[in-house]
């Protein structure tokens, strides 16, 4: 593009350019596309490097002291940057401490362009997950030999440079038109590249790839439409031996297992009889294959989609993205495999063409937003938002453009031929395999059938998430920021909501509805935002008052509304309000119905636009009588065999609330609406067993009266080799200190088994309280580890275990999410702590509830619920250790229950036969050196 960019990189002795000095720079000059001169020095910044920055880039006190100071390299770096955009891989950064160390040196401040790469690469990379300089280096396969040293990041900078640069070149005119608009509002000066490049594509009037659609003044992949297969299938039996044998002789690394065979033949005897299946399969098994071929060959057999439901997106891409592409080469078939989410997953076209349309302000995130969605539609096939890494501005934007059963205008709409929601339904119809989750199932149960093509079949797999997930579905549940944000989305006749436009349009095509009107419903609006957040206030105030823990607790705390707390008098005062505010909803619904009624009247003079927009405002009325009804049924009315209760942040907004209610029990809803209307459903996972029998899943899933066959599969891994389970006995058991005494034993406890194991370390809490207490104390006695806290450190789960395995020194503290979905094989992860067995707190309002109910049958609570409920998540955390054949670890349990009571038996015999040693903690450290 004939641009001259000078790529630059500094290591400093901290974040601020004030008071911090460089100590490494490394530059990189790019001309006509190719890199063309390289500059790197040490920098003496006359202060000592600190600890943290010394492990961090490998810099020492040494390496710089011989080395030039700043004021020496000023001159060359002024000549290199002359005529030059200035690039880094975090702009604000590096710039900071140019123009700091410039001043200092006597030079004027650079004035040139300026391109920050994370910025263009979020625009033009919208999938990936994390915009950090190595995991961006590891996607794109550019070598990064010294992550940290500016020479090293300088030039895997100016190299991400280049593909960027390339990436832009290949964009299709017409996503580059529509781009230039946006870039124009990036804080990279980035708008003469783009203009250049449209110039050149208009000039050349070369015709658009083949793979590229365009309609409607957007460029889109081209879609392969799937092809009907008639060919006749045999048995899965018939089948199976010469899989296996393809299997050993085409994958290197693959071995036949035992239990995956035995799990493969449980599941089509399950599927021939139709028979519903319980299979435990441990750690290693290879379950997603042992399930996968016979249930497809089955489906496909018998003309039926087979539909294989998950808990997490990461088990759906491995399916996807490993599992299927494999069976393709195993089956003498070919395979349709399809995907379907919940509809708030796909991109609405018509919304996302009307948003790119509005020239109204719009903050950074909603641009850069729109940017990544441009680039974006070039490269789906699905139009999912799971494939995207958007900004947190950028999911509001999501909320508007996001496809809706009660804006769709189906085969009126435009991009009906290019939906991506019902592209993704008809690839479904058309599959072998869909592949959903927990949740479109019941969405689906409860919509009647309406969503998943017609199946007799389906394989569940993270089964033990069943019931809870189901619980959510068969309640209701509602809080101030859905309440609020559908008001903002409202808006009064002055903003830029849906009321405003339609407002704005009753006038253009001069309906009935008068200023009068329109001013009565900004009244009603006006009022329903008062009164509803004065209620969540209230309701904030009274959970607050309740609540017997401290006020300064993180996180939610909850509080169950029963019988007692219905006779407080604030209680009552909150009924009074609620009653105001669903009244209020009732006549705002009307008042925005009779706009909605005189538009329709003119329907026939209306554009497409216009009754895109209708179809939207309509839709938007259906939730405001949707609001009216879950506050009504929430706070109004009182359900027999439902627990309902409240849930606030005490240190949040004082109106941060969120109501409740969901059935006690979900057997028999499942057992009369899902088990009892399928041939046979097969439910596994890694936990399903507690005291080595399936009773309590059972039981709590409906299954009883269908008599499952049931089949546990150990797994293949050498526990008695592999791992070792250490119990501290002189650890003191939280009842008998004080929660500061606790803390501090915990984290002494971690600090010494982290020397012995260097670290390398997923510590499990039960409480953020706990894990922000004993995490701020252990930072206090070391900064020899990287420290990373879930709750502490910003990110998802996701991002802290890749910050976690990008040092060798670190210590990884989680809770909830943590204990898992974690997957972290190899020497990543030598070590796991388990800082207290997981049960549930017994004041939690579905564990309360449950509790009550069975002791009133004669049950008891502890045995029958809370025990087995916190033996499978303890098995779940156990499970974080050893992932592969060559791994090694030990478990640290410092909750002395797991030996000391009746009761611990069963969390140790939940585990594989691993050695369990206990004894004072220098005894375990001593026998850990040795073994490690």
């Not at 500094?10 to 490394?26: H, L, Y």
């Not at 098994?285 to 039926?304: D, F, H, M, N």
């Not at 009064?492 to 509805?513: M, Q, T, Y």
């Not at 087995?868 to 992932?883: E, H, N, S, T, Y």
Request: net charge negative.
């Amino acid at each position: 593009m004939g641009n001259r960019y000078v790529v630059i990189d500094f290591e400093t002795t901290g974040n601020s350019p004030m008071k911090d000095r460089v100590i490494q720079v490394g530059a990189v000059l790019i001309e006509d596309d190719k890199i063309v001169e390289r500059f790197s020095s040490y920098v003496n910044p006359q202060l000592p490097i600190p600890p943290f920055v010394q492990q961090l880039t490998g810099i020492s006190d040494e390496d710089v002291q011989k080395a030039p100071i700043f004021d020496d390299i000023a001159p060359d770096l002024w000549k290199l940057l002359d005529g030059s955009y200035f690039v880094a891989h975090n702009v604000p950064f590096d710039l900071a401490f140019l123009q700091e160390e410039l001043a200092n040196s006597g030079y004027l401040e650079f004035k040139g362009p300026s391109i920050d790469t994370v910025e263009l690469s979020r625009m033009l990379l919208p999938h990936i997950e994390s915009y950090k300089l190595n995991q961006l280096a590891e996607y794109l396969d550019i070598e990064h030999e010294n992550p940290h040293r500016a020479d090293s990041d300088a030039e895997v900078t100016a190299r991400l440079l280049l593909f960027l640069l390339n990436k832009i070149n290949t964009l299709p005119l017409l996503t580059l038109q529509n781009l230039e608009p946006l870039v124009r509002q990036l804080k990279s000066d980035v708008e003469g590249i783009f203009r250049a490049e449209i110039q050149a594509k208009l000039k050349s009037l070369l015709k658009e790839e083949d793979n590229v659609d365009l309609f409607r003044q957007f460029a889109f992949k081209k879609q392969i439409e799937l092809k009907e297969d008639y060919s006749s299938v045999p048995s899965f039996q018939d089948l199976k031996e010469s899989i296996l044998q393809t299997l050993s002789s085409s994958m290197k690394y693959y071995e036949a297992r035992k239990g995956q065979v035995e799990m493969m033949d449980a599941v089509d005897e399950a599927l021939d009889a139709h028979q519903h299946l319980l299979v435990e399969a441990g750690t290693g098994t290879g379950k997603s294959l042992a399930y996968l071929l016979p249930s497809i060959v089955y489906g496909k057999k018998e003309g039926r989609p087979m539909v294989i439901s998950t808990h997490t997106v990461q088990l759906q891409e491995q399916l996807l993205d490993r599992d299927i592409p494999l069976l393709n080469e195993l089956l003498p078939f070919e395979l349709n495999a399809a995907v379907l989410k919940g509809r708030n997953h796909y991109l609405c076209m018509r919304k996302f063409e009307q948003h790119l349309s509005q020239t109204v302000e719009q903050n950074y995130d909603t641009i850069l937003t729109k940017a990544q969605l441009l680039v974006w539609l070039v490269e789906t096939d699905f139009g999912d938002v799971e494939e995207l890494n958007l900004p947190s501005g950028g999911k509001l934007l999501w909320e508007d453009v996001k496809s809706d059963v009660r804006s769709c205008l189906n085969h009126k709409c435009p991009f009906f031929s290019r939906c991506f929601y019902h592209r993704a339904k008809r690839k479904a119809q058309q599959a072998d395999v869909v592949i959903t989750n927990h949740s479109l199932l019941f969405t689906d149960l409860v919509n009647r059938n309406q969503l998943l093509p017609a199946y007799k079949e389906v394989v569940i797999d993270e089964a033990h998430h069943l019931e809870e997930v189901g619980g959510n579905y068969f309640g209701v549940q509602t809080d101030y920021f859905s309440f609020h944000q559908l008001l903002d989305r409202i808006g009064d006749s002055a903003d830029n909501g849906l009321f405003s436009k339609a407002a704005k349009l009753c006038e253009e095509i001069e309906s009935s509805i008068s200023k009068a009107d329109i001013k009565r419903i900004d009244e009603a609006l006006k009022n329903v935002l008062v009164e509803g957040s004065d209620l969540f206030r209230m309701l904030h105030t009274f959970v607050s008052r309740k609540h017997k823990k401290s006020p300064t607790e993180i996180g939610r705390v909850s509080l169950r509304i029963d019988e007692e707390i219905e006779k407080n008098k604030l209680w009552a005062s909150i009924l009074e309000t609620t009653a105001r505010v669903t009244s209020q909803l009732k006549d705002l619904a009307n008042l925005l119905s009779e706009v909605n009624k005189a538009l329709r009247e003119k329907e026939e003079h209306l554009s497409l636009k216009q009754s895109g927009l209708l179809v939207d405002y309509e839709g938007m009325i259906q939730t405001v009588l949707e609001q009216h009804d879950k506050l009504d049924y929430l706070l109004l009315n009182r359900h027999v065999d439902e627990v309902m209760w409240l849930e606030a942040e005490i240190k949040g907004p004082r109106n941060a609330v969120y109501i409740f209610s969901k059935p006690i029990e979900i057997a028999d809803k499942l057992a009369d609406s899902f088990f009892s209307k399928k041939n046979s459903v097969v439910l596994t996972s890694a936990t399903l067993t507690v005291n080595e029998n399936f009773d309590y899943i059972i039981e709590h899933l409906g299954l009883e009266d269908f008599v499952p066959i049931t089949k546990t599969i150990p797994s293949p891994f050498h526990y008695e080799n592999q791992a070792k389970l250490m119990i501290p006995t002189d650890f003191p058991l939280i009842k008998d200190v004080k929660q500061e005494e606790f803390v501090e034993e915990a984290a002494q406890s971690i600090y010494q088994i982290a020397n012995v194991t260097n670290g390398r370390m997923l510590v499990l809490f039960t409480s953020y309280e706990m894990l922000r207490a004993v995490y701020k104390r252990v930072k206090e006695l070391t900064e020899k580890f990287i420290l990373i806290g879930q709750g502490v450190d910003s990110g998802s789960r996701a991002k802290l275990t890749k910050n976690f395995k990008q040092f060798d020194k670190a210590i990884l503290f989680g809770t909830s999410s943590f204990w898992e979905g974690v997957d972290i094989p190899g020497e990543d992860l030598s070590c796991l702590v388990i800082v207290r067995l997981p049960f549930s707190p017994p004041d939690h309002p579905i564990l309360a509830a449950k509790s009550e109910k069975l002791a009133n049958n004669g049950g008891n609570p502890f045995m029958d619920l809370s025990l087995p409920q916190a033996v499978i998540r303890f098995k779940q955390g156990f499970g974080r250790l050893v992932r592969t054949q060559s791994d090694r670890g030990v478990v640290f349990v410092l909750d002395r229950r797991i030996i000391s009571t009746r009761y611990g038996k069963m969390f140790r015999q939940s585990l594989p036969a691993v050695p369990i040693m206990k004894g004072p903690l220098y005894e375990l450290l001593d026998e850990l050196r040795g073994w490690l």
